[in-house]
Structure formats: structure tokens, C-alpha cells
């Protein structure tokens, strides 16, 4: 055996060995004292299945596969795949799952075309199921919101308008909810829908909300303090209400302090009460208003309850006026209690922390308004003003500057300018049964889709319109926008008779062109713009002659000025005129030498402006005050001038850091002396002047003084004149105290006055006697009266009928038996119309077999000679109605 030989089977052998004991050494295992286990860990898989049937998750363990599970179903929808996060990407069910996971369904939709009568049915389930109101709005599409069809609404039903506004249905009405129709147009076919939308009545009103606003006293008609007022609102709404004891509170001086008010407070009501006793009927009214928050409703005993607690105003229109109670012939017919039923016209009487709260803007026309005083309210403050202040004041400037300017107006406060409007139409207006009108809602609804926008301008563009086209009748005019309106905006341009209603523009023709022209062929047309009305030419004098014995004595309008009348010159009234504080001291020298003084008094709040008529000089009178004004220290300011004004220059002086202008004239036509004082002078002497002499103008502002100028004048320049043909042709109206006064100086008797009150249904007729005025009644008077003779002319033409002062001759006159009331509505907006006291006049004899019958005058009075537009200003005819008196 060689050595290699040797080698490999010792090799071997040891390799045999060694495999040997490891088998005996593997065959018995040894034992682990504390084993090892891996725990198993799981994942969860779920499946949103986007709207398909439920598919339950599931549970695996951490990496491995999930199986899918059965695919979902879904209707109108084919499955596809499952996905994770990006729809186009299929998961894989062979991926290795390590940790949580969802899987979305990814569906393709069947499409189905649908017919076009189908696709409207979809669009008409899809707007009806949306169509949901808010408190006032009910949202309407023009679009079917799944196919795009054209929506065309036709809305019939009153309570809803066809921007969606919901209106509250009235208090007396049992519907529930109202039926509205569509047309949906698709692809030229038309389907004819109807919805069916719930109304519901007025809500009780839940006082949340509270602020004091401040009030300021603008006019100085009546001497109000200022102060403030709490006002009370509902959460986040635009509705002021307050109480009518504090409102009364915070107008004294408008309200008669001496006016003692006894109260009432009930659970629910509030009685006010209080006693005016009347000196010229020697009685006491007890008179009686009660607020009732259950039923909605403000009544009173008298309508002379909203009156008689009114303080007098600075004017006096009343002077010269009495009134013969005693008169055999004078009559009264009682009318019926007021009852103002605010639940039917949406509104609610609130019962709020132990006070009775009413709409802020229906207290205010009841208790102030109705007697032209106005507590303006435009959301930042409370302004008091008389009637209407014009454009150009102060008063205006204030009460049109507000935080709202410019913003649309909330839904709660326009329905409630809605209802508001109703409210004082039906209650307020006193043509309301001269018209045959139960109800001004019937009228609103109609124009309901035009009045019912949030819009502010848009508003008033539709209240002017209802007023001068649907009411349509001259005594009723829109006034100023409301305080949403931006400042500058100035209300809707009323540019043309386009803008007015029929009767309206037969009223204009027969009273103004016609009229006109014939003035134009009688007066020609000097010193006149071409667009002028030929009634201001310089040839119409104030008076004509027709011969020795007959003049015409013209009258345009009946006004009356704050005046004061006396013998002597009296400094109190002057510092009364200049709101001075002065008892005896006087800016002014005395004027001496007069028997006869009117002192007007032509200021505001921020100017001091006085004038007088002086009666009893002459004209080098001129001269010698001019030396009493330079020996009290004013400097006579003079320059050359073509202006004739101008000519005689002005006197200024400073007074206690004012600058004073004085200017004075006098007149040889009518026989006085004029002088006027104003607290500011010319800047420049060819600049404006402040202040500028008309004499004729300043006689025309009070028509008792004119009358009385002018008939002394007439008179003394023909001495033998015994018939005045009074001309009220171009007389559209004006103040009833200056009518009275008038009157006057036609007949010293008392005359009788038949008045009727729509708002009560009493009718009177009473007896007035003037007093304190030169008498011209033994002159012989006569009237020419034309369709312009309107409102107080139409009511002089009823007096000198009903008094037979006269014959009448002419056009049958323009009509108008109201007088005239402002009316605030809660947005701001302002306008006037007829009111509730109507002229007319009697007839009967007052027995049962012919008792009295009262005939309101509103188409006028026909005249008792007619004539033709030609004829108006003939003298030869004039004469032959007069001569066939004789």
C-alpha cells in the first residue's frame, strides 16, 4: 500500500469518526428555557364604494395580498376598479399589503338619454325641491338647475312679486299658501309647472335690541328742545318702535306743556287722556286714545285728540280769526270713534319690558305728523321739521345724511314701508271714498312687483310713479327720496306729463296752457324767458282798471307770514323778529311817524331776518332815517350801480360781533315805507346781496297785507271805483287762514264754512267772523275763477257760493276739496296728499223732511256766468255780466 494510499484511508476514517458523532451528538436535542414566538400583525382594507352598495372591510395579515371582494352595484353606474388615492390608477390585489388602506370604487355612469319633456321633469323636481324662503324672500331661478331650462315665472297670486318677495298675507285672510306657475323651455318644447308655496301672517314682534339717538329741533315754527329718544328693535332688524308717552315726553313745546296727560298702564294696554277745553265753544272735550298691544289696534274717543294737545306755532295763522259758535244757522253731525287697525297691515303693538311699543313711523304720523310737525328719523338721528323743508335748506341737508347712503334697503324695514304705505293711504287719505276705494292694498298689490325692491332708488322711482300716475290728482305730490338713496340724488325726474296720470293732464291743459295763453293775449309776455308762463309778465299788475267804476284786483296764491301787527313801532317785536334776547335795547332806531307797522319775521336757526311795512309816511321819510341810522353808528355803504337795487346802497354795522345790513325804500304807488334787517352783509357791493328790496313780493307773502295794500292803493288812485272783480284765475291755492282773511275784506258779516271729516265722518258748518281789518265791503264784489282756481281757490269760489257774496264768472274751477298732509314713510321717503278735512258745502234746510246734505267740492265749482277762454279778460265782457245785474 503506497503512501498516498495510506493517506486517503486515514482520511476516510477520520472523516467516519467525526460524521459518527455528530450523529450520536445531534440526536438528542437540548432543551430552550424561555422559547420565542412571532406575533402576527394585521391590516385593515376598506372600501368606500362612492355611493354604490356596502361592501364590508377587511382584515389580513401584515404582508400579505387582500382578495377582492365581490363588486359593489350602484344604479345607473357600471363598476370599474378599485383605487387608492388617483382614480385612474387600478389597484393591484397582488400588492403586498404592510399597513391600513382604503379603496374607492371608480364607477362609469350609464347614460341614458333622457327625452326633453324628462330632462324639464328633472329641472322641475330640482327647483322644487330648493324652492325655500327666507323670512321675505322666496329665491326664484331663471335656470333648471340639472339641464339648464329656461325658467319664465308667472306669478298671479298678490302675495308674492316676481323678484320672490314673500309678502305676510293680511290679518282677515285665511289662505295658507299660495300657487305659483312657470314655463320650462328646453330645446323648444314648453312645460307649464305649478309650485305650491307656504304664506304665513305677520309674526309676533320680539324686542331684542335698544339705542338712544339723539334729537335735534330744526325748525323754528315750534320751540322744541333738543334731546333723545330710546328706540327699540328686534335682533339685527331695521324696524324703530317706541313708545308713544315717551315720544309725546320729548316734544314739549310742540306738545303744550300745560297739557296734563293722565295714563293708563294695563297688562297689554295703555290709555292716554286728557282734557282740552275750547274758549270759543265754553267746553271741555275729554278726550281718550288707547293703545292694545292684543288686538293691534290704536283708537281714540275724538280724532281732535291728535290735535288738541298742540302747542301754537310761531305763525300766527290764525290772526284775525274768530269763529261765531253761537251762529243759529252753524252745524255739527258727529262722526264715529277711530279705530287704526295696525294687524292688518302687518304690523305689531309690542308689550316689551313693562312698555307699550309701537312702529316708530305710525307714531309718528298720528301724533305729530297729521299736524305737519315731522320727527324725521334716518337711522343715525332724530330731526324735528315742519311739513316738508325744501332742497335748498339746512333742515333738508341734515335729514338726508346718513350712514345708509348709498345701501340697499333690509327686507324687513321695505315690506314694512310697504304696509306703512297702505296704511296711511287708507287711513289718510281723504280722497280714499270720493274715489270708490275700499282698500290701497288692492293697488299695491298690483304694483307690488315694482314697489317690493331692495333697491333705494328704485323704490322711490315706484312711489313717485303709484302717487302721480295711480292716485293721479294734483293735490297729492311725491317730495323728497328716502335716506338709502346716496345724498346727492335728488329723486326721479319728473320731466314731462308723460309722467302724470290722465286727470292730472287734463287738469294741466285746461288750467295752465289754456289759461296762459289767454293771459298772454290780454297781458303780453314782458320781461319773460321763452318758457316762462305769460302769468308773471311785468304788464300783469297787481290791478286793472276796466273804467271809473270797475277794477280788477288779481290774487295768485293765499300765503301767510310770520308777522306781527301794531300801531307803533315796538322793539320787542323787532327783537322777537331777530330772535334777540333784548327787552327794551334795540339795534335798530325807532321808526316814528307810522299808524300802521307789519313786522315779518324772515329768519331761520342761523340767520336773523326781519322786515317792515310801514303805513302813514312819505317818502322823504327815507331821508330822515337814513340820518338815524348814521347817528347810531351805521356806515352807509354806497357805489355806483346799474342794478336799480343797488342804486340807493346799503347801511352796515357790527352788534355784539354781528354784522348787520340794513336796506329801506319807499313806495309812492302803494303809499309805504319799507325797511329790512339781516345778520350779514355783502361780501363784495357787486357780489349777491343777502338781503335785496321787493316790495310787491314781500306784499304777496302775506295775503291779508296785500290785500289790504292794494285795495287802499286801487281805491285812492280812483277814488270812484265801486265794483272789484276779484281774479283768482291763476290761483292754485294755498294757506286757509290767509283765504279766511280774505274773505274779510269782502263782507263784514260772518260767513259760513262747511268742512267734512273722512277720517271720522263728521260734517260741519261753521261761522267766521274776521276781525282787525280795514273793511271793503261796501264795495261790490264779484269772481273770475278758471280750472287753475284750485284747492283754496276752489274753496274761496264754494265760500262766495255758499255765502252768495257775489256772482262768479268764468271756467268752471280746478276742484281740490283736501287740504294737504306731509307723509314720512319708514324708508325715508316724503310726499304730501289730500287729506282727511275736505271742503264742500250744505244744502237742505237741516228738518227730517230735508235734512242737511254736505257735497265735497273735489271737481269743482261751476261758475254762475260761463265763459270762454277768449272771453276771460274781456273788459266789454266783464261789463255786460255786470250790467245785467243791475
Known sequence: MNQNTIIKKMLGLILLITATFLFVACDKKPVDPDPIVPEKVYVTVTFNSNGGGTVDPLTIEKGLKATAPTAPTKDGFTFNYWYTTDEAVQFDFNTVINANVTLNAKWTENIVELTTLEKIEADFLQVEANLVASRYKLNIPTKGPVHNSTVRWSISNKYITSSGFVIPVLSDDTVDSAEIAANFTLNGETVRKTFTVPLSKPGEVFIQDSRVVEFENLTTEYNVADGELELFFEEDGSIPYVSVITFLNLLSGFVDPEVDFETTLGSDTVEIRYEY????????????????ATN?????????????YIYSTETNYGRHITYDNDHPDASYIEGSDIVYELGKYGMDIVVHGGEILVPYYIVNQLYAGSSYYNVYYNSDKLYGIYSLPDADTP???????????????PEDLLMHTFNSLAFNLDYFYGLREVMDVETYYDLLFAERSRLLTTSALGLDSQIASLLLKKLDEPHTSYGYPGYYNTKSYEGPSVSSLSDYGTRFNAWYYDAYVYVDDAIEAKFGREGLTSNAWAAGSLNRTPYWFINDTVAV?????????????TETFDVSTLNRALDLDLET????????????????????????????????????????????????GFEKVVQTSSDPIKAAGYFKKTVSGVDYMVQMSFSTKYNVFYLGIISEVPETYTSEWPMTFNLVSRLKSDSAVYMEIMLEALTLEKP???????????????NVGALYRVVGFMTDDAFKVSRINAGSGSKSTSYIKIEGLPSFAH???????????????????????ENDLGPIMGIKSGGGAASITP???????????????LNGYRTGTGTEADPFVYVDNEFGIEPDYVLTYAELYSNEKILEILASLK
Open 296 to 308: 293691534n289696534t290704536i283708537s281714540t274717543n275724538d280724532p281732535g285728540f291728535f290735535w288738541a
Open 720 to 734: 270812484t271805483v265801486t265794483n272789484i272783480v276779484f281774479d283768482i284765475s291763476w290761483n292754485s291755492g294755498g
Open 823 to 837: 307723509i314720512l314713510l319708514p324708508n325715508g321717503t316724503a310726499f304730501t296728499m289730500s287729506s282727511n278735512s
Open 553 to 565: 284786483l288779481i290774487l295768485d296764491s293765499f300765503s301767510t307770514s310770520d308777522i306781527v301787527e
Open 395 to 409: 333742515e333738508y341737508d341734515a335729514i338726508r345724511t346718513s350712514s345708509k347712503n348709498g345701501q340697499a334697503i
Open 585 to 632: 335795547a334795540s339795534i335798530l332806531p325807532s321808526i316814528t311817524g307810522g299808524n300802521r307797522y307789519f313786522t315779518f319775521k324772515l329768519g331761520d336757526k342761523d340767520q336773523a331776518h326781519a322786515e317792515f311795512i310801514v303805513k302813514g309816511l312819505n317818502e322823504s321819510y327815507v331821508t330822515t332815517y337814513e340820518q338815524a341810522l348814521v347817528a347810531a
Open 277 to 292: 277745553y275750547d274758549e270759543d265753544e265754553d267746553h271741555t272735550y275729554d278726550l281718550r286714545n288707547t293703545i292694545d
Open 779 to 801: 264795495l261790490e264784489w264779484s269772481l273770475l275763477i278758471t280750472p287753475k282756481t284750485f284747492s283754496a281757490g276752489n274753496s274761496l269760489a264754494t265760500i262766495f257760493m
